[in-house]
């Protein structure tokens, strides 16, 4: 199972953990956020980002085209030197279609986010 | 043309392969169409055969639905052979997910419907959207249960996929094995073989 650790010091606040798989939902088996390096207080947004496929509004017939979206699955605040781990339990019902990808509100060398995942 | 496997309720003895294998015999029924050359009525011997997988997937938005078109068409995801000797069998299985297939062949006529009228699938309905569909859990990706019959020039089967509300967006992912089955010509079966033949039935058969 693939695991990845990373300082969320990217100028663009955006760090990428894993592309997308095409046949498969990636699951997030853990996260740890260790902030006891950090500034401050950070806000840690996990984000999805896929490609839908050109469907129609079954309701009304509406053909929509393709698409990038962005979701923002789990928001985590996390204290200036604190910690946040979220296990496989707590977890079980996250699903990431598409690329997962890490957001903080303000970049710093001193927040590092662990994550850990499967596919499905 | 499609058959659904029914989970079995008990296993005694010996069990038989899912798919075709070498040394099977099928036999196409008198309803194939002249149309498609050299399958109406006849019986053949599977001369070999090759297990090829495949994955297609699709990220839809709760609500909408998406026509796959099986065949080799443009646009299609040509599933469907391009010899006239070659028989596609293919099982196709869900991976988990709040999504759900119907099958139309041609486009636009439903393989599973009722016999009352209106009894038709429809995803634009609250009562018939679930009508004649197929949920992950009736052909799970590791144990498909979906089998579907090829030959060249077949009519396009359409597949709908139609993501349920409850969630914001699903993604559908297809597991598909193609069984290719080269196909031996029995001009004078015996009536052993043909007893032991698989019947390969046109879509028309399926509605009445």
Redesign the interface.
């Given at each position: 199972m693939p695991s990845l650790a990373q300082a969320l010091d990217a100028v663009g606040l955006v760090t990428i953990f894993a592309a997308e798989k095409q046949s498969a939902k990636i699951i997030p088996t853990q996260i740890i956020v260790d902030n006891e390096a950090g500034l401050a207080q950070r806000v840690i947004t996990i984000q999805d980002v896929f490609t839908t496929a050109a469907s129609i509004i079954a309701a009304t017939g509406v053909a929509v085209a393709a698409a990038v979206t962005t979701a923002n699955r789990l928001i985590i605040t996390v204290d200036n030197a604190g910690w946040a781990t979220i296990a496989a339990e707590a977890l079980k019902e996250l699903e990431i279609l598409g690329q997962l990808q890490v957001v903080i509100d303000v970049a710093d060398v001193g927040t590092i986010v662990t994550i850990s995942w499967g596919f499905e | 043309m499609i058959e659904f496997l029914p989970t079995p309720e008990a296993t005694v003895g010996a069990t038989l392969p899912k798919l075709l294998q070498k040394g099977f015999f099928v036999k196409f029924s008198n309803e194939w169409p002249d149309t498609i050359p050299n399958l109406k009525d006849k019986c053949f011997r599977i001369a070999r055969v090759n297990e090829v997988n495949h994955?297609i997937?699709?990220?839809?938005?709760s609500?909408?639905?998406?026509?796959v078109d099986l065949s080799n068409q443009v646009g299609g995801v040509n599933l469907y052979p391009e010899n006239t000797r070659s028989l596609f069998e293919v099982a196709l299985g869900f991976?988990?997910g709040n999504y759900q297939a119907q099958f139309y062949i041609p486009a636009g006529e439903f393989v599973n419907r009722l016999e009352q009228s209106g009894m038709v699938p429809n995803?634009?309905s609250a009562t018939l959207?679930y009508l004649g569909a197929f949920k992950p859990e009736d052909s799970p990706y590791e144990d498909k249960r979906i089998l579907l019959y090829f030959v060249k020039d077949l009519e396009p089967m359409i597949l709908r996929t139609?993501v349920d509300t409850g969630c914001?967006?699903?993604?559908c992912?297809f597991?598909i094995t193609v069984n290719k089955c080269y196909l031996q010509e029995l001009k004078t079966p015996t009536s052993e073989q043909l007893a032991r033949a698989k019947e390969i039935l046109y879509y028309t058969e399926l509605r009445w």
């Open positions: - | 994955d997937s699709y990220i839809l938005p609500g909408n639905y998406r026509d991976k988990p995803v634009a959207k139609f914001d967006f699903e993604k992912v597991g």
